[in-house]
C-alpha cells in the first residue's frame, strides 16, 4: 500500500497514519510519501518513509504517478487560491492508482461552536471552494468523523481503468 501526503509540513499526519498501520501485520510492503513547497519542516526521510519538495500546483514527477492508494491532504487552503483547486485536484487524482481515494481535511471552526453561530465565517469561506468544487464535479463530501472539530472532505475515488 502506498500513502502520499500534500503540503506534509513536519509530516506529522504521514507518522501517525505510519504508526497507526505498523500495528497491523500484512505480507504487502507499505510506502509512504511526503510532499511540500518547502523542506524547512520536513523529517529525516526514511527507507519506508520519503519527503520531496513539491509544489502541489505543478505537475509530480513521473515516478509518482498511477501509484497512490490514498493521497490525503490537510490544512493546505489558507496558502492558495480558490481558483488553484482545480489544478491541485486534477494533479492530486494523476497520483491515484485506479479505485485510490483523495481525502482533503480542513478545520471549519464555525461547527466546532455549539449551535453553529457562524462567529468565524472567514473559515467557511476558505473551506467552500472545496465544496463547490466537489459539487461541480459530482464528488462526495462528508464531515469527519470527530464532528464539528473538522470538516472531512473525500473529493474522489479514481474510476477504475482511468489512466493518469
Ligand atoms: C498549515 S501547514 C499544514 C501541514 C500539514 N498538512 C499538517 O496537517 O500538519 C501548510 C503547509 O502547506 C505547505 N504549502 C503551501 N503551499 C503549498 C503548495 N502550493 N504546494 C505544496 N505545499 C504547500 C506549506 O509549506 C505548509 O507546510
Known sequence: MNIADIAT????WLNEVQT????????KSRY???????DAQFPFSTEEVQYSIQDA???FPAQHLNRYDLVHVRLLVGAIQASDFEVIV???MKLLRP?????WTEIDI??????NTKKYPEFADMVQPI???AERHTMSTRPSEQPGVEICVVVAQKPNGAGD
Not at 509540513?9 to 506529522?12: H, K, V
Not at 510519501?33 to 518547502?38: A, E, V
Not at 479505485?99 to 481525502?103: E, N, R, T, V
Open 131 to 133: 465544496f463547490s468544487y
Open 57 to 59: 500546483l505543478s505537475p
Open 20 to 27: 497507526t498501520l505498523g500495528d497491523i501485520p500484512v505480507n
Open 32 to 38: 509512504y510519501h511526503g510532499f511540500d513547497i518547502s
Open 99 to 103: 479505485q485510490g481515494y483523495l481525502q
Open 9 to 12: 509540513g513536519t509530516g506529522i
Open 110 to 115: 464555525d461547527t466546532f461552536l455549539e449551535g
Open 90 to 92: 486534477a494533479n492530486l
